[in-house]
C-alpha cells in the first residue's frame, strides 16, 4: 500500500499562476488585447449599419406613431381640444375659439396646406373643409360656434372633431390602425374602416402569397438546378454556376424590361406558344399575376440555387452509395437521405428568397397590374408621391412585425440553427 | 449448387474509365463462402475498383461477376443484398444510431416489432448497445466504425465489403477493432471482402489475401504463404520487408538453386523463379532471418559494411552495405554483452538456404 498522501484540494482556491495573481485573471488579461484588436476591426461595419439600417428601422418606427402634423401649425385647438370631455355632443365653445384663432393665424402664415393635408387622410373632405372655412372666417365672432357651423355644417359633425383629436399628437395610433384596415371613432372604439377603403390588409395578404408561390416555385425550378450544379465535373459546374450568376450582372430593371419584351402579347413567348400550337391566340402574360410570379421567379431563383448548392456540394456520395448499399431503390434514397439532408440548403434558400420577394417594388411595378401591386408599392407611394411619412411608416412597420412573426414560426418549425447558407 | 462453389467469382473481369488505361486487367477471382478474403494494394492497384464494382457502383467494361451462381450484371446495386462499410463510415446525419441501423430493415419493410429487436441484437454484435439514441455526430471516430459495421450486418446480407473501413482511426484503435471484426466474422460465419494498403492489417486478420499491382492479381495466397512464398518480387517487397540482391541462375535442382552474384559469390537458395541458366533473378532475404557473425555452417555468407545502427528496444536494425545495396538491413535480437556494431565496421552475414528465395528479377 502507498501511504497516504495529505491531499490539498485545488478546487478550494482558485489556482494560483506564476506571478502570484490567479489564472483567470491572467487569461482575461491575455485575451483582452486580443479581444480589443477583433473589435476594432468590426467596429467601421459596426458603425455603419448603426447608420444605414438601424437607425432608419427605429425612425420608421417613430414616424409610425409620432404625428405633430396638426400640433405645429394649429397649437391652440390640439391643445384645447383635451377639454373636449362629453364626446356625444361637439366640444365646449372654447376649443371652437381655439380653431378659430388657429384658422385665421395659419391662413395668414400660409401653413393651412398642412393642416388641410393631415385632416384630409382622416376626413374625405378635409381638404375642401379647411380652405372653405379660412376663406370665409369673419374677423370676430361672439359666439364661434355657431358661426363655424353656420360657415359649414361638418364642423358640428362629430366625426370630425374626432378626427382633430387623434391628429392632436403628440402620438397616434391612427396611422397603424388605418395599416391593418382600422379606425377609431369619436368615442374611443376601434372599427374596421368600410370595406370600400379598407386595401390593406388584402395588399398585405397579397404580398406574402406571392412571396410565398414564388418562393415555392424557386424551390421546385432551383433545386434540379443545384443538384446538377453539385454534381456535374467541376469543369462544366462552373460554366452552369456562369450562367445561373449571370443575372446577377444585369441590372435588375434591365431584366424586368426584358421581361416585358419577352412576356407581352406580340413577344417571343406568345409567338412560340402559338407556333408550337400549344395555343391559339396569344395570351396575357404581363400586366398580371403571372407575369409578376415569371419575372419574380427569375430574378429570386439565384438566391435560393447558390445556398442548396453549397449545402448539396458538401453531401458526398458515398451517403447515396451506402443507401443503395443498404436496399433502399434509387427513389427511396433520394427521398429517405439526399432530400433530409438538403433540407437545411432548401430552408436558408427559401427563407432567403422569401424576404426578398417580400420588399419587392420595381418587378411588381413593372410587369403587373394594379390587383398585383404589392405593399412596398404602397410604401414608396406613400414616401415620394403623397408624402404621407405617417402612413408610409406605419406600412412598414406592419411589414416588419409580419415577418419577424414569420421568422419567429419558421425558427419554431424549422429551427434556424438548420439553416445552412454556405 | 454446393458450400464448396465459391460465393463470389471475377470472371476475366477488365475495367476502364477513360477507355485507355485499364484500372482493371484482367481479373480472376474466386471468393469462397465464409472466408475473409483481402484486397490489398498500393492506391490505383485497382482493388477498389475491384470492390466497387462487385457492391453494384462500378460497371465492368468487359467480364462477369457473379454472386452465389447468378450473373450479376443486371442487378442494380440495392438488389444485391451486399453489406458495404464504407472509408468514411457514411453514417446518416440526420438519423439516431438506431435509425441508421433500422435503415436496411425499414426499406426491406420488416415489422417495426422485429427491427427493434434486430437492431439491439446488432447494436450489441458491436457493443454499443447503450448509444442507440446518440446521433452520429455525437459519436467518436471508433464508434461511428461500430454503427456502420451494425448497419452493414443487420440485414444479414449475403456478403460484406469494408473498404479501408480503420483508415481514419488511430493506430492503437485500430488494431484493437481488427481484432473486434476478425471476431465477428467468426462468430457470424460471414463471407468478407476487405479492401486495404496496410499490409499489417491484411496479414493480421485475412484468411487470404489477394495482392493487387497494376490491375492484376499478383499473388493470392494466405498471409503465411504471401509472406514465405511471395510469387515474385513485387510481392516479395509489398509484404513485410525485404532485402533484395541481384545475380544470375546457374542451376535449378527439385525446388533448389544456385544464384551467381555480380561480385561472383555463390548463393544457395530456394527457387520461386523460372527455369533456365542465365537469367536474371533477386534474391529476397528477410531482415530478420539474417545473421550477423553466422556459425561456421551457414550455408551462405557475404561480407558487409556497417553504414548506421538503429535501437528499436526489443531489437536493433542495422543498416549495412552489401555488394552496393547500401539499404541492406538486419534486424538484430538484443542479447546480453552482445558487441553492438558501429558504422564503419565490416562484418560478416549469414543466411541459410530456405531463407533466400530467388525471384525472377523485376523488369
New interface residues.
Given amino acids: 500500500m502507498r501511504p497516504e498522501v495529505p491531499l490539498t484540494s485545488p478546487s478550494l482556491a482558485a489556482p494560483l499562476g506564476a506571478t502570484g495573481t490567479s489564472l483567470k485573471a491572467q487569461l482575461h488579461r491575455a485575451e483582452r488585447m486580443r479581444k480589443l484588436r477583433a473589435f476594432a476591426l468590426v467596429l467601421p461595419l459596426l458603425v455603419f449599419l448603426l447608420i444605414t439600417f438601424v437607425a432608419p428601422i427605429l425612425d420608421m418606427l417613430r414616424l409610425a406613431v409620432v404625428d405633430r402634423d396638426l400640433s405645429s401649425v394649429w397649437p391652440h385647438v390640439t391643445q384645447s381640444i383635451g377639454a373636449w370631455t362629453d364626446r356625444s355632443k361637439v366640444p365646449p365653445p372654447a376649443v371652437f375659439d381655439a380653431l378659430a384663432t388657429d384658422l385665421h393665424d395659419s391662413y395668414h402664415a400660409r401653413t393651412l396646406p398642412l393642416a388641410a393635408r393631415r385632416l384630409n387622410y382622416a376626413l374625405d373632405n378635409g381638404r375642401t373643409l379647411v380652405f372653405g372655412t379660412a376663406r370665409r372666417l369673419p374677423e370676430t365672432s361672439a359666439d364661434w360656434r355657431a358661426t363655424l357651423i353656420e360657415i359649414d355644417p361638418h364642423w358640428g359633425d362629430l366625426k370630425t372633431w374626432a378626427a382633430i383629436d387623434q391628429a392632436s399628437g403628440p402620438v397616434t395610433s391612427f396611422f397603424l390602425l388605418a395599416a391593418v384596415d382600422r379606425q377609431k371613432t369619436a368615442d374611443g372604439h376601434i372599427v374596421s374602416t368600410p370595406s370600400s377603403q379598407a386595401i390593406y390588409v388584402e395588399v398585405l395578404t397579397r404580398t406574402f402569397k406571392v412571396s410565398f408561390t414564388v418562393t415555392l416555385l424557386c424551390i421546385v425550378l432551383g433545386f434540379p438546378v443545384a443538384y446538377l450544379l453539385a454534381t456535374q465535373p467541376p469543369r462544366r459546374a462552373n460554366l452552369l454556376m456562369i450562367l445561373v450568376l449571370l443575372p446577377f450582372w444585369t441590372s435588375l430593371l434591365v431584366r424586368t424590361a426584358a421581361w416585358i419584351v419577352l412576356l407581352q402579347e406580340h413577344g417571343i413567348i406568345n409567338h412560340a406558344l402559338v407556333w408550337l400550337g400549344i395555343i391559339d391566340a396569344p395570351v396575357r402574360l404581363i400586366y398580371n399575376r403571372i407575369g409578376v410570379y415569371i419575372a419574380m421567379t427569375h430574378i429570386l431563383l439565384p438566391f435560393l440555387i447558390l445556398p442548396l448548392y453549397s449545402v448539396m456540394k458538401g453531401i458526398?456520395p458515398?451517403?447515396m452509395?451506402?443507401?443503395?448499399?443498404?436496399?433502399?431503390?434509387?427513389t427511396?434514397?433520394f427521398i429517405?437521405?439526399y432530400l433530409?439532408?438538403t433540407?437545411p440548403g432548401i430552408g436558408a434558400g427559401a427563407l432567403l428568397v422569401f424576404i426578398l420577394a417580400l420588399g419587392y417594388y420595381i418587378t411588381p411595378a413593372l410587369v403587373g397590374g394594379a390587383a398585383d401591386q404589392m405593399i412596398s408599392y404602397f410604401i414608396a407611394f406613400y414616401t415620394s408621391d403623397s408624402v404621407n411619412w405617417g402612413m408610409a411608416s406605419a406600412l412598414g412597420s406592419v411589414l416588419l412585425v409580419a415577418t419577424l412573426l414569420l421568422y419567429w414560426v419558421y425558427d419554431r418549425l424549422v429551427g434556424i440553427s438548420n439553416v445552412k447558407l454556405g | 449448387m454446393s458450400d464448396s462453389d465459391p460465393l463470389v467469382s471475377f470472371r476475366r473481369v477488365q475495367k476502364t474509365y477513360d477507355g485507355e488505361l485499364l484500372v482493371v486487367k484482367d481479373l480472376n477471382l474466386d471468393i469462397r463462402r465464409g472466408e475473409f478474403l483481402t484486397m490489398l494494394g498500393p492506391s490505383g492497384s485497382g482493388k477498389t475498383t475491384s470492390l466497387m464494382m462487385l457492391a453494384g457502383f462500378e460497371v465492368p467494361t468487359h467480364g462477369e461477376i457473379t454472386l452465389a451462381g447468378q450473373s450479376l450484371r443486371d442487378t442494380p446495386p440495392h438488389k444485391r443484398d451486399i453489406g458495404v462499410v464504407f472509408q468514411n463510415y457514411a453514417l446518416f446525419p440526420h438519423m439516431t444510431v438506431e435509425e441508421n441501423v433500422a435503415f436496411p430493415l425499414a426499406v426491406r419493410r420488416v415489422a417495426k416489432a422485429e427491427q427493434k429487436t434486430r437492431v439491439a441484437r446488432a447494436l450489441d454484435v458491436v457493443k454499443l448497445g447503450a448509444l442507440g439514441h446518440r446521433r452520429p455526430g455525437q459519436l467518436s471516430g471508433g464508434q461511428q466504425q461500430r454503427v456502420a459495421l451494425a448497419r452493414a450486418l443487420v440485414f444479414e446480407p449475403k456478403l460484406v465489403l469494408m473498404d479501408e473501413p480503420l483508415g481514419a482511426l488511430d493506430k492503437q484503435l485500430r488494431e484493437h477493432m481488427q481484432i473486434e471484426i476478425k471476431h465477428i466474422h467468426e462468430n457470424l460465419g460471414l463471407t468478407v471482402v476487405y479492401v486495404t494498403h496496410d499490409q499489417s492489417e491484411a496479414l493480421t486478420m485475412s484468411d487470404r489475401i489477394a495482392v493487387f499491382h497494376e490491375g492484376v492479381v499478383q499473388q493470392l495466397d494466405t498471409p503465411h504463404g504471401l509472406y514465405e512464398r511471395p510469387s515474385n518480387s513485387f510481392v516479395a517487397n509489398f509484404i513485410g520487408e525485404n532485402n533484395m540482391l541481384g545475380g544470375t541462375l546457374e542451376l535449378v535442382d527439385a525446388g533448389s538453386c544456385r544464384v551467381r552474384l555480380d561480385d561472383g559469390t555463390v548463393i544457395h537458395a530456394r527457387a520461386g523463379c523460372g527455369d533456365g541458366a542465365g537469367r536474371r533473378v533477386s534474391l529476397s532475404l528477410r531482415p530478420e532471418k539474417i545473421d550477423i557473425e553466422p556459425a561456421d555452417e551457414t550455408a551462405n555468407k557475404l561480407r558487409a559494411t556497417v553504414k548506421e545502427t538503429i535501437y528499436h528496444g526489443d531489437h536493433m536494425r542495422v543498416r549495412l552495405d552489401v555488394l552496393g545495396n547500401d539499404d541492406f538491413t538486419v534486424k538484430m535480437r538484443y542479447r546480453a554483452n552482445r558487441v553492438v556494431p558501429k558504422p564503419g565496421d565490416v562484418l560478416s552475414i549469414g543466411f541459410a538456404e530456405r531463407d533466400c528465395l530467388a525471384l525472377d528479377a523485376p523488369h
Wanted: hydrophobic fraction near 45%.
Fill in positions: 458526398k458515398s451517403y452509395l451506402a443507401a443503395k448499399s443498404l436496399g433502399a431503390s434509387p427511396e434514397a429517405r437521405i433530409p439532408m433540407l
